[in-house]
Protein backbone atom coordinates (compact mmCIF):
# COMPACT_ATOMS: atom_id res chain seq x y z
CA UNK A 1 0.00 0.00 0.00
CA UNK A 2 3.14 2.30 1.03
CA UNK A 3 5.20 3.72 -1.83
CA UNK A 4 8.35 6.04 -0.76
CA UNK A 5 9.75 7.84 -3.75
CA UNK A 6 13.32 9.00 -4.25
CA UNK A 7 13.26 10.70 -7.49
CA UNK A 8 12.44 13.86 -8.31
CA UNK A 9 9.53 15.10 -10.81
CA UNK A 10 7.57 17.98 -11.57
CA UNK A 11 3.67 17.09 -11.68
CA UNK A 12 1.23 20.03 -13.31
CA UNK A 13 -2.54 19.84 -12.48
CA UNK A 14 -4.19 21.78 -14.66
CA UNK A 15 -7.88 23.43 -13.92
CA UNK A 16 -8.44 21.50 -10.75
CA UNK A 17 -7.17 23.28 -7.63
CA UNK A 18 -6.65 26.70 -8.71
CA UNK A 19 -8.60 29.60 -10.73
CA UNK A 20 -6.98 29.85 -13.96
CA UNK A 21 -4.15 31.72 -13.88
CA UNK A 22 -2.81 29.90 -11.22
CA UNK A 23 -3.39 26.74 -12.80
CA UNK A 24 0.09 25.33 -13.09
CA UNK A 25 1.49 23.73 -9.31
CA UNK A 26 4.97 21.96 -9.03
CA UNK A 27 5.24 19.26 -6.61
CA UNK A 28 8.76 17.84 -5.11
CA UNK A 29 8.83 13.88 -4.96
CA UNK A 30 12.13 13.60 -4.03
CA UNK A 31 14.17 11.56 -0.87
CA UNK A 32 17.50 14.15 -0.66
CA UNK A 33 18.62 17.10 1.21
CA UNK A 34 16.72 20.02 1.20
CA UNK A 35 17.38 23.95 1.86
CA UNK A 36 14.98 25.59 4.52
CA UNK A 37 16.07 28.66 4.01
CA UNK A 38 13.64 31.33 2.17
CA UNK A 39 14.51 34.91 1.28
CA UNK A 40 11.64 38.05 2.24
CA UNK A 41 11.72 40.94 0.33
CA UNK A 42 11.42 44.07 2.78
CA UNK A 43 8.55 45.68 3.13
CA UNK A 44 7.56 48.97 1.56
CA UNK A 45 6.93 52.39 3.06
CA UNK A 46 3.51 52.68 4.50
CA UNK A 47 1.40 54.28 1.90
CA UNK A 48 -2.18 53.87 2.88
CA UNK A 49 -4.87 53.14 5.23
CA UNK A 50 -6.00 49.48 6.07
CA UNK A 51 -9.20 48.96 3.70
CA UNK A 52 -9.90 45.40 5.51
CA UNK A 53 -10.43 43.88 8.56
CA UNK A 54 -7.12 44.40 10.36
CA UNK A 55 -4.69 47.45 10.75
CA UNK A 56 -1.92 47.98 8.22
CA UNK A 57 0.83 46.26 10.91
CA UNK A 58 -1.44 43.32 10.59
CA UNK A 59 -1.94 43.45 6.89
CA UNK A 60 2.01 44.03 6.40
CA UNK A 61 3.32 40.87 8.72
CA UNK A 62 0.74 38.45 6.92
CA UNK A 63 2.38 39.44 3.56
CA UNK A 64 5.64 39.77 4.36
CA UNK A 65 6.07 37.11 6.96
CA UNK A 66 9.25 37.24 9.29
CA UNK A 67 12.41 39.14 7.96
CA UNK A 68 15.10 36.68 7.20
CA UNK A 69 17.15 38.79 9.73
CA UNK A 70 14.85 37.07 12.45
CA UNK A 71 14.47 34.02 11.32
CA UNK A 72 15.62 31.36 14.07
CA UNK A 73 18.53 29.57 13.45
CA UNK A 74 18.10 26.25 11.11
CA UNK A 75 19.89 23.58 10.03
CA UNK A 76 21.61 24.14 6.76
CA UNK A 77 19.56 20.52 5.56
CA UNK A 78 17.03 18.65 6.45
CA UNK A 79 16.54 14.64 4.83
CA UNK A 80 12.84 14.58 3.59
CA UNK A 81 10.89 11.63 2.20
CA UNK A 82 7.68 11.93 0.35
CA UNK A 83 5.81 9.16 1.40
CA UNK A 84 2.76 8.10 -1.12
CA UNK A 85 -0.46 6.19 0.79
CA UNK A 86 -3.40 4.60 -0.11
CA UNK A 87 -5.76 4.54 2.43
CA UNK A 88 -8.87 1.91 2.67
CA UNK A 89 -11.60 3.65 3.40
CA UNK A 90 -10.99 6.37 0.67
CA UNK A 91 -14.34 7.46 -1.18
CA UNK A 92 -14.11 6.54 -4.94
CA UNK A 93 -12.17 8.73 -7.15
CA UNK A 94 -13.62 11.12 -9.50
CA UNK A 95 -11.49 10.62 -12.99
CA UNK A 96 -10.89 14.66 -12.77
CA UNK A 97 -8.87 13.93 -9.20
CA UNK A 98 -6.83 10.54 -10.92
CA UNK A 99 -3.80 12.15 -9.49
CA UNK A 100 -4.79 12.07 -5.80
CA UNK A 101 -5.16 8.85 -5.26
CA UNK A 102 -2.69 8.64 -3.10
CA UNK A 103 -2.45 10.44 -0.11
CA UNK A 104 1.18 12.47 0.04
CA UNK A 105 2.78 13.24 3.23
CA UNK A 106 6.78 13.97 3.71
CA UNK A 107 8.70 12.35 6.33
CA UNK A 108 12.11 13.71 7.93
CA UNK A 109 13.87 10.72 10.43
CA UNK A 110 16.62 11.35 12.48
CA UNK A 111 19.24 8.65 12.83
CA UNK A 112 18.69 7.73 16.05
CA UNK A 113 15.91 7.00 18.55
CA UNK A 114 13.67 10.39 18.77
CA UNK A 115 10.93 12.40 19.26
CA UNK A 116 8.53 12.37 16.87
CA UNK A 117 6.63 15.48 15.73
CA UNK A 118 3.47 15.38 13.51
CA UNK A 119 2.73 18.82 12.09
CA UNK A 120 -0.53 19.75 10.54
CA UNK A 121 -1.05 22.21 6.94
CA UNK A 122 -3.29 25.24 7.12
CA UNK A 123 -6.67 25.49 5.20
CA UNK A 124 -6.65 24.00 1.73
CA UNK A 125 -2.54 23.52 2.30
CA UNK A 126 -0.62 20.25 1.27
CA UNK A 127 1.93 18.97 3.20
CA UNK A 128 5.26 20.54 1.75
CA UNK A 129 4.57 24.16 2.02
CA UNK A 130 7.27 26.73 2.64
CA UNK A 131 5.42 27.87 6.63
CA UNK A 132 5.72 23.73 6.63
CA UNK A 133 9.55 23.46 5.52
CA UNK A 134 10.19 26.69 8.01
CA UNK A 135 8.76 24.34 11.36
CA UNK A 136 10.30 20.90 9.96
CA UNK A 137 13.78 22.56 9.92
CA UNK A 138 13.28 24.24 13.42
CA UNK A 139 11.99 20.45 14.61
CA UNK A 140 14.53 18.62 12.85
CA UNK A 141 16.97 20.86 14.05
CA UNK A 142 15.97 20.52 17.36
CA UNK A 143 16.26 16.85 17.22
CA UNK A 144 12.91 15.26 16.57
CA UNK A 145 11.66 12.98 13.56
CA UNK A 146 9.83 15.37 11.37
CA UNK A 147 6.12 14.29 9.65
CA UNK A 148 4.23 16.99 7.75
CA UNK A 149 0.79 16.41 6.66
CA UNK A 150 -1.69 18.45 4.48
CA UNK A 151 -4.63 20.02 5.75
CA UNK A 152 -7.88 17.84 5.48
CA UNK A 153 -9.23 20.79 3.96
CA UNK A 154 -6.71 19.91 0.90
CA UNK A 155 -8.37 18.56 -2.09
CA UNK A 156 -5.43 15.81 -1.74
CA UNK A 157 -7.10 14.49 1.50
CA UNK A 158 -10.32 14.95 0.35
CA UNK A 159 -9.49 12.49 -2.38
CA UNK A 160 -7.13 10.28 -0.15
CA UNK A 161 -8.30 10.10 3.03
CA UNK A 162 -11.30 11.79 3.97
CA UNK A 163 -14.38 9.39 4.69
CA UNK A 164 -17.16 11.78 3.30
CA UNK A 165 -15.44 14.12 0.83
CA UNK A 166 -17.22 17.35 2.51
CA UNK A 167 -14.20 18.87 4.48
CA UNK A 168 -14.78 21.58 6.53
CA UNK A 169 -16.44 19.91 9.71
CA UNK A 170 -13.64 19.96 12.73
CA UNK A 171 -14.09 16.79 14.41
CA UNK A 172 -15.12 14.66 11.03
CA UNK A 173 -11.90 15.97 9.74
CA UNK A 174 -9.85 15.85 12.64
CA UNK A 175 -10.63 12.05 12.88
CA UNK A 176 -10.46 11.55 9.42
CA UNK A 177 -6.93 12.86 10.04
CA UNK A 178 -6.06 10.56 13.41
CA UNK A 179 -7.09 7.69 11.16
CA UNK A 180 -4.67 8.51 8.33
CA UNK A 181 -1.99 9.01 10.73
CA UNK A 182 -2.24 5.55 12.26
CA UNK A 183 -2.00 3.95 8.34
CA UNK A 184 1.18 6.69 8.01
CA UNK A 185 3.07 5.36 11.15
CA UNK A 186 2.68 2.11 10.43
CA UNK A 187 4.32 2.53 6.98
CA UNK A 188 7.69 4.68 7.70
CA UNK A 189 10.71 3.74 6.93
CA UNK A 190 12.06 0.89 8.22
CA UNK A 191 14.65 1.56 11.40
CA UNK A 192 12.58 4.45 12.66
CA UNK A 193 12.54 4.49 16.39
CA UNK A 194 10.13 6.96 18.01
CA UNK A 195 10.10 7.61 21.90
CA UNK A 196 7.00 10.29 22.09
CA UNK A 197 4.45 11.63 19.73
CA UNK A 198 3.51 15.26 19.65
CA UNK A 199 1.45 17.27 17.57
CA UNK A 200 1.15 20.46 16.41
CA UNK A 201 -0.09 22.48 13.27
CA UNK A 202 -0.53 26.39 11.82
CA UNK A 203 -3.76 27.93 11.62
CA UNK A 204 -6.73 25.72 10.60
CA UNK A 205 -4.14 22.58 11.24
CA UNK A 206 -3.99 24.52 14.45
CA UNK A 207 -7.21 23.59 15.61
CA UNK A 208 -7.35 19.98 13.74
CA UNK A 209 -3.98 19.30 16.14
CA UNK A 210 -5.83 19.84 19.42
CA UNK A 211 -8.73 18.12 18.33
CA UNK A 212 -6.71 14.76 16.96
CA UNK A 213 -4.79 15.03 20.55
CA UNK A 214 -8.64 15.28 22.18
CA UNK A 215 -9.38 12.23 20.26
CA UNK A 216 -6.04 9.98 21.16
CA UNK A 217 -6.44 11.64 24.94
CA UNK A 218 -10.15 8.80 24.59
CA UNK A 219 -8.50 6.46 22.30
CA UNK A 220 -5.06 5.77 23.39
CA UNK A 221 -3.96 4.89 19.72
CA UNK A 222 -1.11 7.03 19.38
CA UNK A 223 -0.40 8.29 22.47
CA UNK A 224 -0.12 11.94 21.54
CA UNK A 225 1.78 13.72 24.58
CA UNK A 226 1.68 17.23 23.88
CA UNK A 227 -0.25 19.68 21.25
CA UNK A 228 0.71 23.21 20.24
CA UNK A 229 -1.73 25.28 17.91
CA UNK A 230 -0.11 28.50 16.00
CA UNK A 231 -2.42 30.67 15.15
CA UNK A 232 -5.47 28.95 15.58
CA UNK A 233 -8.97 30.09 14.60
CA UNK A 234 -11.34 29.83 17.35
CA UNK A 235 -14.88 29.25 14.80
CA UNK A 236 -13.33 27.74 11.33
CA UNK A 237 -16.82 29.80 10.35
CA UNK A 238 -16.67 32.86 11.68
CA UNK A 239 -12.69 33.20 10.52
CA UNK A 240 -13.52 32.11 7.10
CA UNK A 241 -16.80 34.83 6.81
CA UNK A 242 -14.76 37.42 8.21
CA UNK A 243 -12.15 36.35 5.45
CA UNK A 244 -15.04 36.50 2.86
CA UNK A 245 -16.16 40.35 4.11
CA UNK A 246 -12.50 40.95 3.48
CA UNK A 247 -12.71 39.40 -0.23
CA UNK A 248 -15.57 41.57 -0.81
CA UNK A 249 -14.23 45.14 0.63
CA UNK A 250 -10.97 44.52 -1.25
CA UNK A 251 -11.83 42.95 -4.40
CA UNK A 252 -15.28 43.26 -4.43
CA UNK A 253 -18.22 40.16 -5.66
CA UNK A 254 -17.91 39.77 -9.46
CA UNK A 255 -14.77 37.95 -11.25
CA UNK A 256 -13.88 41.61 -13.13
CA UNK A 257 -11.67 42.34 -9.32
CA UNK A 258 -10.17 39.31 -9.50
CA UNK A 259 -9.01 39.28 -12.93
CA UNK A 260 -7.29 42.64 -12.35
CA UNK A 261 -5.49 40.95 -9.12
CA UNK A 262 -4.11 38.14 -11.47
CA UNK A 263 -2.83 40.62 -14.26
CA UNK A 264 -0.98 42.34 -11.37
CA UNK A 265 0.50 39.40 -9.81
CA UNK A 266 0.45 36.63 -12.71
CA UNK A 267 4.53 37.79 -14.31
CA UNK A 268 5.82 37.27 -10.97
CA UNK A 269 4.17 33.90 -9.81
CA UNK A 270 5.24 32.60 -13.23
CA UNK A 271 9.02 33.58 -12.91
CA UNK A 272 8.28 32.04 -9.35
CA UNK A 273 6.86 28.50 -10.93
CA UNK A 274 9.78 28.66 -14.01
CA UNK A 275 12.69 29.19 -11.43
CA UNK A 276 11.17 26.66 -8.49
CA UNK A 277 12.36 23.03 -8.20
CA UNK A 278 11.79 22.16 -4.92
CA UNK A 279 8.39 23.22 -3.47
CA UNK A 280 4.87 23.76 -4.67
CA UNK A 281 3.30 27.17 -5.46
CA UNK A 282 1.82 27.50 -2.45
CA UNK A 283 0.09 30.61 -0.84
CA UNK A 284 4.29 31.85 1.01
CA UNK A 285 4.46 32.19 -3.08
CA UNK A 286 0.93 33.97 -3.71
CA UNK A 287 1.75 36.66 -0.94
CA UNK A 288 5.54 36.97 -2.19
CA UNK A 289 4.09 37.81 -5.18
CA UNK A 290 2.08 40.46 -3.49
CA UNK A 291 4.91 41.90 -1.87
CA UNK A 292 7.04 42.92 -5.27
CA UNK A 293 4.28 44.11 -6.72
CA UNK A 294 1.57 45.42 -4.72
CA UNK A 295 2.17 48.44 -2.59
CA UNK A 296 -0.97 49.83 -0.65
CA UNK A 297 -2.82 48.18 2.44
CA UNK A 298 -5.73 47.68 -0.01
CA UNK A 299 -3.90 45.84 -1.99
CA UNK A 300 -2.26 43.81 0.80
CA UNK A 301 -6.05 43.32 1.75
CA UNK A 302 -6.87 42.21 -1.62
CA UNK A 303 -4.23 39.23 -1.76
CA UNK A 304 -4.52 37.81 1.49
CA UNK A 305 -8.63 37.46 1.02
CA UNK A 306 -7.47 36.11 -2.16
CA UNK A 307 -5.08 33.50 -0.65
CA UNK A 308 -8.06 32.30 1.51
CA UNK A 309 -10.51 32.24 -1.26
CA UNK A 310 -8.41 30.17 -3.33
CA UNK A 311 -8.60 27.36 -0.49
CA UNK A 312 -11.98 27.86 -0.23
CA UNK A 313 -12.68 27.39 -4.02
CA UNK A 314 -10.87 23.74 -3.87
CA UNK A 315 -12.98 22.88 -0.88
CA UNK A 316 -15.98 23.65 -2.63
CA UNK A 317 -15.25 22.16 -5.71
CA UNK A 318 -14.40 18.92 -4.24
CA UNK A 319 -17.74 18.83 -1.87
CA UNK A 320 -19.91 19.41 -4.41
CA UNK A 321 -18.40 16.83 -6.49
CA UNK A 322 -18.81 13.99 -3.70
CA UNK A 323 -21.72 15.59 -2.04
CA UNK A 324 -23.24 15.46 -5.52
CA UNK A 325 -25.11 18.74 -4.45
CA UNK A 326 -25.15 20.12 -8.10
CA UNK A 327 -24.15 23.74 -7.01
CA UNK A 328 -21.19 23.77 -9.42
CA UNK A 329 -20.87 20.48 -11.14
CA UNK A 330 -23.52 18.92 -12.63
CA UNK A 331 -23.57 15.49 -10.77
CA UNK A 332 -25.15 13.09 -13.84
CA UNK A 333 -21.77 15.16 -15.78
CA UNK A 334 -18.76 15.62 -13.63
CA UNK A 335 -15.52 16.72 -15.24
CA UNK A 336 -13.34 14.04 -16.88
CA UNK A 337 -9.41 14.43 -17.55
CA UNK A 338 -8.97 16.62 -20.00
CA UNK A 339 -11.91 18.99 -19.74
CA UNK A 340 -11.69 22.57 -19.76
CA UNK A 341 -12.78 23.91 -16.02
CA UNK A 342 -12.04 27.71 -16.79
CA UNK A 343 -15.41 28.53 -15.94
CA UNK A 344 -16.32 26.42 -13.31
CA UNK A 345 -12.73 28.25 -11.88
CA UNK A 346 -14.49 31.64 -12.52
CA UNK A 347 -17.88 31.12 -10.67
CA UNK A 348 -16.51 29.35 -7.30
CA UNK A 349 -14.07 32.77 -7.34
CA UNK A 350 -16.96 34.26 -6.51
CA UNK A 351 -18.21 32.14 -4.02
CA UNK A 352 -18.56 33.03 -0.50
CA UNK A 353 -17.69 30.28 1.76
CA UNK A 354 -21.25 30.66 3.23
CA UNK A 355 -22.43 29.34 -0.10
CA UNK A 356 -20.48 26.47 0.43
CA UNK A 357 -22.24 25.83 3.84
CA UNK A 358 -25.43 26.35 3.07
CA UNK A 359 -25.73 24.78 -0.08
CA UNK A 360 -23.20 21.64 0.05
CA UNK A 361 -21.63 21.37 4.02
CA UNK A 362 -25.10 21.83 5.42
CA UNK A 363 -27.22 19.43 3.45
CA UNK A 364 -24.74 16.90 3.62
CA UNK A 365 -24.29 16.95 6.97
CA UNK A 366 -27.78 17.41 8.02
CA UNK A 367 -29.41 14.25 6.29
CA UNK A 368 -26.63 12.19 7.99
CA UNK A 369 -27.25 13.66 11.72
CA UNK A 370 -30.26 13.01 13.49
CA UNK A 371 -31.55 16.57 15.41
CA UNK A 372 -28.79 18.41 14.23
CA UNK A 373 -29.74 21.73 12.84
CA UNK A 374 -27.50 25.00 11.21
CA UNK A 375 -27.01 26.33 14.61
CA UNK A 376 -25.92 23.01 15.95
CA UNK A 377 -23.55 22.62 13.08
CA UNK A 378 -22.06 25.87 13.35
CA UNK A 379 -21.56 25.53 17.02
CA UNK A 380 -20.12 21.80 16.52
CA UNK A 381 -17.39 23.99 14.57
CA UNK A 382 -15.87 25.61 17.35
CA UNK A 383 -12.55 24.89 19.81
CA UNK A 384 -15.13 24.95 22.09
CA UNK A 385 -16.01 21.42 21.61
CA UNK A 386 -12.62 20.25 23.36
CA UNK A 387 -13.15 22.91 25.46
CA UNK A 388 -12.82 21.11 28.61
CA UNK A 389 -9.82 19.18 27.52
CA UNK A 390 -8.19 22.49 26.32
CA UNK A 391 -8.66 24.00 30.10
CA UNK A 392 -8.20 20.57 32.34
CA UNK A 393 -5.29 19.14 30.50
CA UNK A 394 -1.76 20.95 30.70
CA UNK A 395 -0.75 19.48 27.65
CA UNK A 396 -2.21 22.14 25.25
CA UNK A 397 -0.60 25.10 24.17
CA UNK A 398 -1.31 27.70 21.84
CA UNK A 399 0.47 30.88 20.17
CA UNK A 400 -1.28 33.52 18.50
CA UNK A 401 -0.99 37.32 17.42
CA UNK A 402 -2.98 40.32 19.32
CA UNK A 403 -4.04 41.84 15.88
CA UNK A 404 -4.07 38.22 14.24
CA UNK A 405 -6.61 38.19 11.33
CA UNK A 406 -8.90 35.15 11.89
CA UNK A 407 -9.51 36.47 15.81
CA UNK A 408 -11.89 38.96 17.08
CA UNK A 409 -11.67 40.69 20.68
CA UNK A 410 -13.81 37.21 22.42
CA UNK A 411 -12.41 34.53 20.79
CA UNK A 412 -8.93 35.92 21.85
CA UNK A 413 -10.22 36.28 25.27
CA UNK A 414 -11.63 33.12 25.14
CA UNK A 415 -8.10 31.14 24.05
CA UNK A 416 -6.83 33.18 26.89
CA UNK A 417 -8.91 31.80 29.55
CA UNK A 418 -9.80 28.79 28.28
CA UNK A 419 -5.98 27.72 27.97
CA UNK A 420 -4.96 29.73 31.35
CA UNK A 421 -1.55 30.49 30.79
CA UNK A 422 -0.41 28.05 28.22
CA UNK A 423 -1.29 30.73 25.61
CA UNK A 424 1.73 33.21 23.96
CA UNK A 425 -0.16 36.25 22.54
CA UNK A 426 2.54 38.25 20.87
CA UNK A 427 2.05 42.57 19.85
CA UNK A 428 2.21 41.69 16.54
CA UNK A 429 2.63 39.62 13.33
CA UNK A 430 -0.96 39.56 12.27
CA UNK A 431 -1.96 35.84 10.84
CA UNK A 432 1.12 33.60 10.84
CA UNK A 433 3.29 37.01 10.02
CA UNK A 434 5.73 35.57 12.62
CA UNK A 435 6.18 32.28 12.03
CA UNK A 436 9.87 31.74 11.89
CA UNK A 437 10.68 34.25 13.83
CA UNK A 438 12.95 33.03 17.04
CA UNK A 439 11.04 34.20 20.19
CA UNK A 440 8.05 31.88 18.15
CA UNK A 441 10.46 28.79 17.43
CA UNK A 442 11.76 28.95 20.86
CA UNK A 443 8.21 29.45 22.58
CA UNK A 444 7.09 26.28 20.37
CA UNK A 445 9.63 24.08 21.38
CA UNK A 446 9.29 24.73 24.67
CA UNK A 447 5.63 24.19 24.57
CA UNK A 448 6.52 20.89 23.13
CA UNK A 449 9.19 20.27 25.99
CA UNK A 450 7.00 20.72 28.42
CA UNK A 451 8.97 23.27 29.83
CA UNK A 452 7.55 27.20 28.69
CA UNK A 453 6.08 28.91 31.64
CA UNK A 454 4.18 32.27 30.73
CA UNK A 455 5.77 34.61 32.51
CA UNK A 456 8.23 34.18 29.81
CA UNK A 457 6.14 35.96 26.99
Not at 238 to 255: E, N, P, Y
Not at 305 to 331: E, H, K, Q, S, W
Not at 399 to 422: F, H, K, M, V
Request: aromatic share 8%.
Amino acid sequence: MCRVTSRTAALLEIGVRVPTALTALAYLTFAAMVPVAAQVPAPPANTGPATGLADSGALRATVFGTPPQDIAPMPKTVPLTEINLALPWAQPVPEVFWFDRRLRVWFSAQEKPAPLAIVISGIGSDGNTAKLSTLRGALYGAGYHVLTVPSPTFPGFIVAASSTGVAGDLLQDSRDVYAAIQQILAHLPRGVQITEVDILGYSLGGANAAVVKSIDDVEGKLKIHRAVMINPPVSLFAAVGRLDKLFTISIGSSDAGVERLYRRLYTRLANLYRNSDKVRIDDNDLLGAAATVLKTDADFSAAIALTFRIALTNMFFAGDLYARTGVIVDPKHPPRVGDSLEETDRILRTKPFSEYFEKVFAPYYLARRPNSTVKSLEADNRLDIIGDALRGNPDYYAQTNSDDLILDTPELAWLRSTLQGRIAVYDHGGHLGNLGERQQISDMLDMLAGRWQSSSR
